[in-house]
């Protein structure tokens, strides 16, 4: 849940900032990463710390590895 709330901050962020050509790329970049963070929190949503242990956190950070993100 904190992860969706925090890709929509990164979103809402990154659509107010000024669009120079260097703050364009920035804006991109954050989008691809806002993306890749929900994709991944819902990937790794499936397996809840008292059934899987430490699954979520893998299935996470394999996922953001994947998309070339970091964690």
Do not use: W
Request: charged share 15%; with cysteine; net charge negative.
């Amino acid at each position: 849940m904190l992860k969706h709330y925090l890709a929509a901050i990164l979103v809402s962020a990154a659509a107010m900032a000024p669009l120079s050509p260097a703050n364009a790329q920035d804006v991109a970049t954050s989008a691809v990463r806002a993306a890749a963070i929900h994709d991944c929190s819902v990937l790794a949503g499936r397996y809840n710390e008292m059934t899987f242990g430490s699954t979520e956190y893998y299935v996470y950070k394999s996922c953001m590895a994947r998309h070339g993100q970091e964690e």
